[in-house]
């Protein structure tokens, strides 16, 4: 199955990329409205989700911890508490920088998330199924890998963002998405690729759930709407608010396609459903 995937992906993606590469400028010019309200929130929240994976992820896996009074019990808890803190913190000032929201509400909402993921944990708990902490793995090292690997390429890619052009008045600055401009030192020139649109994709890791828990088999099909919807709705609003172009968000959601089914090959290797 996911060889077949990656057949029909593969060829979408480079298809869409050959396009873009000739049309980022075009699309970028008929759908910028950096007022629209729709992309303004889900500028906003559109990355709170990947982060809410990890963060859950790494709850469920400190609460279902092996070995309990070993030094490596310890030690990971340890591990797990600064990773569970970090992304509780990464998504309260996301909503805290992109809504007008008071910096001192930053604590009240990771509380909030972290309880929130706590409970749910806690009653994913009760069942110690190894399945289970697969899938939270494969959670938490998706996010991680695609966090580093787009931040690594924005600082080495240094493209122009549209909006930036637009208010310098001059486009002289755009390139082609397949031509690096070299190291970045300004947010405006971290256009390629996009962030959001690389943690909006990573909700993919939902599909994880109807093949954990017998109960959702049912659900698979909304489930999959509901990916789709926001891996389609997240990128497109980049492109309104003119912070990326098509091809930007089109490598963003590539990166993270890649990476889930790349950690969920090597975790799930050899074992069977």
């Known amino acids: 199955m996911m060889k077949n995937r990656k057949v029909i992906l593969i060829p979408v993606f480079a298809i869409l990329l050959c396009i873009f590469a000739f049309t980022d ?18 500028q906003g929240v559109g990355e709170i989700p990947a982060m809410l994976i990890a963060l ?34 990464i998504a309260s000032v996301m909503l805290v920088n992109y809504f007008p929201i008071s910096k001192f509400l930053i604590p009240i909402f990771m509380s909030c998330f972290i309880g929130a993921c706590y409970m749910i944990s806690k009653s994913w708990s009760k069942y110690d199924n190894p399945r289970l902490r697969d899938v939270a793995l494969i959670g938490l090292l998706s996010v991680v ?81 509901l990916i789709l919807m926001w891996m389609l709705l997240v990128p497109i609003s980049r492109i309104v608010m003119g912070a990326h172009f098509a091809s930007d968000v089109t490598v963003g959601v590539a990166i993270s396609l890649i990476v889930f089914m790349s950690v969920k090959k090597i975790i799930w290797r050899d074992k069977k459903n």
């Open 25 to 42: 400028l075009q699309i970028s010019n008929s759908l910028y409205q950096p007022t629209n309200k729709i992309a303004l929130f889900l």
């Open 145 to 225: 890998i695609v966090l580093i690997t787009f931040n690594l390429m924005k600082l080495g890619w240094g493209r122009e963002r549209y909006r930036h052009m637009v208010s310098i008045g001059s486009f002289e600055g755009f390139s082609r998405w397949f031509i690096p401009q070299g190291i970045t030192k300004s947010d405006d020139f971290m256009s390629f690729p996009s962030g959001h649109s690389a943690n909006a994709a990573l909700v993919i890791w939902l599909s994880l759930l109807s093949e954990a828990f017998a109960s959702l088999k049912n659900k698979k099909i909304g489930i999959w709407i």
């Open 56 to 89: 859950f992820s790494s709850m469920y896996l400190f609460k279902t911890r092996m070995n309990k009074g070993s030094r490596e019990y310890y030690l990971s808890g340890i591990g797990y508490g600064i990773v569970i803190l970090l992304f509780a913190l």
